[in-house]
């Protein structure tokens, strides 16, 4: 992994970039897409729902330093997204990702998960990680569990079993 200025990310396949409103269209297609985004915290979305979070996902940048990135194959394709964020449940922050169903199945999950985990916990300075997943999302968890990141409680949402993941970094004193 490479972090350049302005908070990309480079890793061997990937070039992971900060949303902007450019993302819009490709975002708008990924979070309709039930096949990519049905399991995630809120589900599907449409267009207007969308631009909004684009517009905060482009604060938090600013506000915390870290926030969604936009995933590409190094030639330009635009594969997902990747995310550190604030869960609205107060479970911490927590790596996020989604991608289209022609896509899965290469590892890339794997690659840009991996590649902000790395940036949370070296570039950010975040102690502690979070993930969720729902109990019956095998190809989330073992994504999660192929980075490193724990199985450390359950909860339950919507009569689903949702299993949180962590990962936690101790700071050494200087």
Same mark, same amino acid.
């Given at each position: 992994?490479?972090?350049t200025s302005?908070?990309?990310?480079t890793t061997?396949?990937?070039? @992971? ?8 269209p490709?975002l708008i297609?990924?979070?309709?897409d039930?096949r ?5 915290l809120?589900?599907?979305r449409?267009?207007? #729902?969308?631009? #909004?979070?684009l ?6 940048w600013g506000?915390?330093?870290?926030g @969604? ?9 635009f594969l997902?997204?990747v995310?550190?964020m604030?869960r ?7 790596? %996020?990702?989604?991608?289209f169903?022609?896509? %899965? ?5 794997s #690659? ?7 940036y949370?916990?070296?570039v950010?300075?975040?102690e502690?990680?979070?993930a969720?997943?729902?109990e ?9 569990g ?7 409680? #359950?909860?339950h949402?919507?009569?689903n079993? @949702? ?7 101790q700071k050494?004193?200087r």
């Amino acid at each position: 992994m490479t972090v350049t200025s302005a908070w990309v990310v480079t890793t061997a396949r990937l070039r @992971m970039t900060p949303v902007g409103h450019w993302d819009l269209p490709d975002l708008i297609r990924l979070k309709a897409d039930p096949r990519s985004f049905a399991l995630m915290l809120g589900g599907v979305r449409g267009p207007v #729902e969308v631009a #909004e979070e684009l517009a905060r996902d482009i604060q938090n940048w600013g506000r915390h330093g870290y926030g @969604m990135w936009a995933v590409r194959a190094l030639r330009g394709k635009f594969l997902g997204l990747v995310a550190l964020m604030h869960r609205p449940d107060g479970r911490g922050v927590a790596l %996020r990702f989604a991608f289209f169903p022609d896509v %899965r199945g290469l590892g890339l999950a794997s #690659e840009a998960a991996g590649a902000a985990l790395n940036y949370g916990h070296g570039v950010a300075g975040l102690e502690r990680i979070v993930a969720v997943a729902r109990e019956d999302n095998f190809a989330s968890r073992s994504v999660l569990g192929s980075i490193g990141m724990s199985h450390s409680s #359950e909860f339950h949402r919507n009569g689903n079993l @949702m299993y949180v993941y962590q990962s936690v970094v101790q700071k050494t004193a200087r």
